[in-house]
């Protein structure tokens, strides 16, 4: 079973997967472990403006996307990450200890902005973040298709599902905690690593309230098992493409891509939080 260790363990003792904070060495392997995760995520690939996945030659070699496509998806990466740090959210990693030379390797990751930090659509403006990088890749017009067709669709379900609970946009606190992103590698999905972040997260802010959305029947069930709610679907990219994010054809239909906003509400009351446009929260669950 997995086991959340203290950062009071010594590194010698970890034996199993264990939960800690990322640090900065951490960064290189998160981007790389984002790429690899989203990189079927059908919201990720409307946004992008995928056309078609790799071969299957190259999809054997681990390449899923095409050059082109996996750089963009990169950049993205490289964003939430930076974005988040930049707002002081905090990283929270599974690891799995490694034999080799008391090794480990990065198995899965939370990004979760804490009350009154959520990134806002101005924050893809600033280039630490490495906003010029990312609209280079996606160009005006992913970047209009992440914050127009779905990202204020989600922040419209949000303010109305706490509106619904007595609650005006203008009286918005700061108490909510947001899920910027949940990734975990591809080839280690299904062994509890999410599991174990979300319930030290948990454990860390007791009896909060959490936001989340996400773009998979799958992850959307997982986040039900967590305590979330969800709130109302809808869909992005209708009548362009597929439920799979790729161009409409006769074989995937044009529904578009299906989102999830989501709300674990605290166990006492639902204290109003700002909710504002945000970067991304996708779910590579695992």
């Keep these: 079973m997995p086991t959340t260790y203290t950062s009071a363990d010594p590194p010698q003792s970890r034996t199993v997967p264990y939960v800690r904070l990322a640090t900065e060495k951490d960064y290189p392997q998160l981007i790389a472990l984002g790429t690899r995760a989203f990189a079927k995520d059908p919201m990720l690939l409307y946004v992008g403006s995928v056309q078609q996945m790799s071969s299957f ?36 990693v599974a690891a799995v200890p490694s034999d080799l030379d008391n090794n480990e390797m990065v198995a899965s990751a939370t990004y979760w902005l804490p009350p009154s930090k959520l990134v806002e659509t101005r924050q893809a403006t600033k280039p630490r973040d490495g906003a010029a990088s990312m609209l280079g890749a996606w160009g005006v017009g ?21 509106k619904r609970r007595g609650f005006q946009e203008s009286e918005v606190g700061s108490s909510a905690w947001y899920l910027n992103l949940a990734m975990t590698d591809p080839a280690l999905q299904g062994r509890g690593f999410l599991s174990m972040l979300m319930r030290e997260q948990f454990a860390h802010a007791p009896g909060q309230t959490y936001i989340l959305e996400t773009t998979t029947e799958k992850a959307k069930n997982q986040y039900l098992h967590y305590g979330f709610e969800l709130q109302e679907t809808f ?26 906003p989501m709300i674990k509400a605290s166990a006492k009351t639902i204290t109003p939080c700002k909710v504002v446009l945000t970067s991304n929260c996708l779910s590579a669950v695992g």
């Design 57 to 92: 030659m190259a999809q054997v070699q681990g390449h899923t996307l095409a050059p082109s496509d996996e750089g963009s998806l990169r950049i993205f990466m490289e964003f939430v990450l930076y974005s988040t740090l930049s707002k002081h959210g905090r990283i929270t």
């Design 142 to 162: 992913g970047t209009a298709r992440m914050t127009e067709d779905y990202l204020k669709k989600v922040h419209n379900i949000i303010v109305n599902s706490f």
């Design 235 to 260: 869909c992005a990219g209708e009548g362009q493409i597929g439920v799979d994010g790729l161009p409409a054809t006769h074989e995937n239909g044009a529904g578009g891509v299906k989102a999830y």
